[in-house]
């Protein structure tokens, strides 16, 4: 918290790489007392998420492991819990009538219906974690053990189908 009265002082550092003079990062330090606290950087931490995700969603899951890193783990859980809702909502497995919304839980529930039984009983559920994530975000539940088990186990999830589909078509 910052005291009215209290100095502060703020520095912009850009740093550009000696060796290869590409890009710079600026970084934004506040300086209260003797006390250095980095306030900020452009650009922002960037994230490449894993390929086995969905192309089209990896976004929301790169932007929750860097909200994770930079300490804001409820908005992390709120966009992972993003991430499984838009994939779900892709796949268009029910279809609203009359503007109807649909639950997230019930496009887990339609999602789990199209997976192999043994696949449902061995590999994580994004249902399950749709849930968790639901309730910490309803209960403002800033839950980072959370949020990286969740991560881990989403990644699971889309690890193992991919190794299943393709024992799938080897088999066929």
């Known amino acids: 918290m910052i005291v009215a009265h209290e100095p502060y002082q703020l520095f912009a550092l850009p740093y550009r790489c000696g060796s290869c003079s590409k890009g710079t990062v600026t970084f934004l330090v506040r300086r209260r007392g003797n006390k250095l606290t980095i306030c900020g950087r452009d650009p922002?931490?960037?994230?490449e998420a894993p390929k086995v995700l969905p192309k089209?969603?990896?976004?929301?899951?790169?932007?929750?492991?860097v909200a994770r890193n930079a300490g804001q783990v409820l908005a992390a859980i709120f966009l992972l819990r993003t991430f499984i809702e838009q994939f779900l909502r892709s796949l268009?497995?029910?279809?609203?009538?009359?503007?109807?919304?649909?639950?997230?839980?019930?496009?887990?529930?339609?999602?789990?219906?199209?997976?192999?039984t043994?696949?449902?009983?061995?590999?994580?559920s994004l249902g399950h974690w749709y849930s968790q994530l639901s309730e910490a975000i309803h209960a403002a539940k800033s839950d980072a053990e959370l949020f990286d088990c969740g991560a881990s186990s989403i990644l699971k999830h889309f690890e193992a189908r991919k190794?299943?589909?393709?024992a799938a078509a080897l088999l066929k």
């Open 118 to 124: 043994a696949f449902n009983s061995r590999f994580p």
């Open 56 to 65: 089209e969603h990896r976004k929301f899951y790169s932007d929750a492991v």
């Open 163 to 166: 190794v299943w589909d393709e």
């Open 92 to 116: 268009n497995l029910i279809s609203a009538a009359n503007g109807v919304k649909i639950s997230g839980e019930d496009l887990a529930a339609a999602y789990a219906r199209t997976l192999d």
């Open 44 to 47: 922002i931490e960037a994230i």
